[in-house]
């Protein structure tokens, strides 16, 4: 069980330009979840995959956020024309077994600065 | 209005007390987890229950349903157990995406 790995660990990118970050999760978990925290925060849900479909998103998953899970592996999320606002860690988390209540597990995160 | 809140949002111990966290949510739910962060925003997941009490080690933790309220409570206190502690609830007909408390910061003194 190598556990859930995000990477980069830390952007860091002029107002303006695109990103996109990535997310390993455990190999037999099938639901992944992407949450974004802000200083002193908890972390807000953005949006969840089952497999390969996106099922949930957020309303703060603005028309310039897209994640895609394309093969129900990896997931990525990008964010175009980014601004200062979106400074932040952006979590990824996976789960697996029967039902939605069960643990989820958390990668490092990649913490995002906004020139 | 959060839908979860914990309190203190800030805790100084001495290393050996015994350490209470609370959480009260407003929303129905399905599970509540702890979550430990430490600096560096990693997040590990401690419990997840739905009611009842578990332990581990010399972590437990509590949920009252009819009272929408769990704690978290940590004996014999050591530094190594300072960082933020995160309460995070699964609410009912949800696809399983937490709402989070805003954590409880704890220090614990040598």
């Known amino acids: 069980d190598t556990g859930v790995s995000q990477d980069p660990r830390h952007k860091i990118t002029k107002r303006g330009q695109n990103v996109t970050f990535r997310c390993d999760p455990i190999?037999?978990?099938?639901?992944l979840y992407w949450y974004r925290q802000t200083l002193g925060q908890g972390p807000e849900f953005l949006t969840y995959f089952q497999n390969e479909a996106q099922l949930e998103k957020s309303r703060l998953l603005s028309d310039r956020f897209s994640a895609e899970r394309p093969k129900g592996s990896f997931s990525t999320l990008e964010i175009q024309r980014t601004e200062q606002g979106d400074s932040a860690m952006y979590l990824c988390?996976?789960?697996?077994?029967?039902?939605?209540?069960?643990?989820?597990?958390f990668g490092d995160g990649t913490r995002l600065s906004i020139l | 209005k959060n839908e979860v809140e914990q309190s203190p949002q800030n805790l100084t111990a001495q290393e050996g007390e015994f350490i209470t966290i609370n959480c009260s949510y407003s929303?129905?739910?399905?599970?509540l987890h702890w979550l430990q962060q430490h600096p560096g925003g990693g997040i590990v997941s401690l419990f997840m229950?739905?009611?009842g009490k578990k332990k581990h080690g010399r972590l437990i933790a509590t949920i009252n349903i009819q009272e929408k309220h769990s704690s978290l409570h940590i004996t014999a206190s050591h530094p190594r157990d300072s960082a933020v502690y995160i309460c995070a609830v699964i609410y009912g007909g949800s696809q399983g995406n937490l709402i989070f408390g805003k954590g409880t910061k704890l220090s614990v003194k040598p």
């Open positions: 988390a996976s789960s697996g077994g029967q039902g939605y209540y069960q643990p989820q597990h």
């Open positions: 229950l739905s009611s």
């Open positions: 929303v129905g739910i399905s599970a």
């Open positions: 190999s037999e978990h099938n639901r």
